[in-house]
């Protein structure tokens, strides 16, 4: 069974400001995939990254999985209120897992 | 395309009383199907998820039960709820595999308080 442990749990920023959150396992997965959720909503896949390495990005969000694919990150510059939401992370190997999220809040 | 439905959004129920949630999907044919459960502030637990009529596997033993009868048609129920039922859940469909590797889309959720 594949761990997902995502950091930081909470993670409080002021509009402007730029910041990561981490995804880490100790398992290989051959693809991981992130979503966001607003409150009262269901979450919406933002990418997947399929090769260790490979960065994408999607306008002000960076997304990275790691070489060894165990782990990857999310880097968004800029933070925008809108941002505001829980992001979670899934691990897709012979299932899909999921972390329990980063929630993360921008303060205008 | 392809849409999901949940009804209802909210729903309050008193411990002890029958539960049944209900998922539809439009735009696709033969979609595995999930049932979530969130609670407040945590990740997603996977409860159920079924990759055809009347195929249901279990993750968590509980209270609650799965059925799915019709294609794209899921249903949650329970026969009497408990206060640790509360919660946020979430169906979602994606495309047919065996296993549960492709892109999961979710469903606008119920959240759901027992009193």
């Known amino acids: 069974t594949q761990l997902l442990e995502q950091s930081p749990q909470f993670l409080s920023i002021q509009e402007g400001e730029n910041l990561t959150v981490y995804c880490n396992s100790s398992s290989v997965f051959s693809s991981l995939q992130w979503y966001r959720q607003e409150p009262g909503e269901g979450p919406v896949l933002l990418v997947t990254?399929?090769?260790?390495?490979e960065v994408k990005k999607l306008k002000r969000l960076t997304f990275q999985f790691g070489d060894a694919r165990k782990d990857s990150s999310l880097h968004i510059t800029a933070a925008q209120p809108g941002d505001t939401g829980l992001y979670l992370c899934a691990g897709v190997e012979d299932d899909m897992r999921f972390g329990a999220g980063t929630r993360l809040t921008v303060k205008p | 395309s392809q849409t999901i439905h949940q009804w209802p959004a909210t729903l309050v129920q008193p411990v002890g009383s029958p539960l049944s949630l209900e998922c539809t999907v439009e735009g696709t044919s033969n979609p595995n199907l999930y049932w979530y459960r969130q609670a407040a502030g945590r990740g997603l637990q996977l409860l159920f998820y079924?990759?055809?009529?009347?195929?249901i596997s279990s993750e968590v033993p509980q209270n609650l039960s799965a059925s799915r009868p019709q294609d794209r048609q899921f249903i949650l129920s329970s026969k009497k709820l408990l206060l640790s039922d509360s919660g946020f859940y979430l169906c979602?469909?994606?495309?047919?595999?065996?296993?549960?590797?492709?892109?999961?889309?979710f469903g606008p959720g119920t959240r759901l308080t027992v009193l």
């Open positions: 990254v399929v090769t260790g390495g």
């Open positions: 979602a469909w994606s495309a047919f595999s065996a296993g549960r590797t492709d892109t999961q889309y």
């Open positions: 079924s990759v055809g009529i009347g195929q």
